[in-house]
Structure formats: structure tokens, C-alpha cells
């Protein structure tokens, strides 16, 4: 048996998907009720009021519970989830009092590949699907620029773009990594290269 209070990011994620598929894959019956209180997501209640926090905190929390029986397991967990809304005291007092059997939880699917441990509906699932996917349309992708040195090849404007450079050519090799936070040298990029005159 688990249980666990943790950021509430992973219920829904994307990036976390192969978490939540492990935890499936590992339990037989897991619960998990999100406390909500996401102030970086500007959380409020289904209602519209203010949605407090259980701690001191900006990101929002999630109290998972994951129960494995002994023997073989056949096929993925059910999942039980509970939502709780509101002030910090109201939440305080329905953990208090909640339980696993409580009415707070309901079955929830959670089907592949996402796999969310979140309410979401999915009666029109099957005409999203119908469309495409970004990777189908583009097929050629890259990561974009990247530059790994911002403080030094990005300004507000040509004129301040041009100081830096004129302030790093003038800098010795120390100097100009302290002074543009340039970490480390690599194979394909260095300091004393690029002040090669």
C-alpha cells in the first residue's frame, strides 16, 4: 500500500503519462483525490470562487493512495477519483472526516495512451481521433533555436545587441564567461573562438 500528498501536476500532464501508466500497471486499486489550490494556474472552485491551497504553497496538491493485493495482477487499476474545492478550513475538515468508501470518490476511466487521473469527457473522443496529428501535418521538426548563450546573443533591440558584442570582444576569456554567464566550453562553441579577431 501507498499513499502519498504530492504537486498535483502529474494527474493530468502530458509529459507524465508513463508515470501514471506504471502506477496502473503496478496497483490493483488506486485513489486519488486532488486538492486543487493551483494559484500559477489561477485555480478557483467549479463555481467560480476563490480555491485555496491545503499548504502555503502556489502549486496545487493531490493525495494518492495505491493498494496492491498479492498474486498476479490482470490488466491495469481502477481508479477512484475525489476533487475537493474551496477554503483551506473546509478542506481540512472533509479530510478529517473522508474515506476510501466516501461518496467524495467515483470510478474513473483513464484509458491509453494519455492515461489521466483527472475527470475529462471523452463522449467525443472518437471525432478527435478522426483528425490528424501535428507530427502527420509536419513531419520535419526541429527544436528551434537555441542558443545556450541568451545573455549574450539576445537584446531588446540591434543597438543594445550590438554593445554586447562590442563589451565581449573587448573582455578577456574569464571575464566575458563570468560576465554573460557562459558556463562551460563545448566541442563546437568556446569563448577564446569566438573572440578570435
Known sequence: MLGFITNHGYLDNPTFR?????????????WVLDLHGNTKKKEVTPEGKPDKN?????????????????????????????????DRQAK???????????SLFSHLDSPAPQHPFV???????????????INQF??????????????????????????????FARLDIESAREQYRLGKDVQDWSIASALLR
Open 119 to 133: 475527470k475529462r469527457d471523452f463522449s467525443v473522443f472518437s471525432q478527435y481521433q478522426t483528425g490528424f496529428a
Open 138 to 167: 509536419m513531419p520535419v521538426n526541429s527544436v528551434g533555436i537555441v542558443t545556450a548563450r541568451d545573455a549574450l546573443t539576445i537584446a531588446e533591440n540591434k543597438e543594445k545587441l550590438w554593445e554586447q558584442v562590442n563589451d
Open 54 to 86: 491545503v499548504f502555503d504553497i502556489q502549486q496545487g496538491v493531490a493525495i494518492i493512495i495505491g493498494v496492491k493485493k498479492q498474486g498476479e495482477r490482470k490488466g491495469l487499476a481502477e481508479v477512484m477519483h475525489g476533487d475537493l474545492w474551496g
Open 18 to 30: 508513463g508515470m501514471r501508466w506504471h502506477l496502473l500497471k503496478t496497483f490493483d486499486k488506486i
Open 92 to 102: 481540512y475538515q472533509m479530510l478529517e472526516k473522508a474515506s476510501l468508501t466516501d
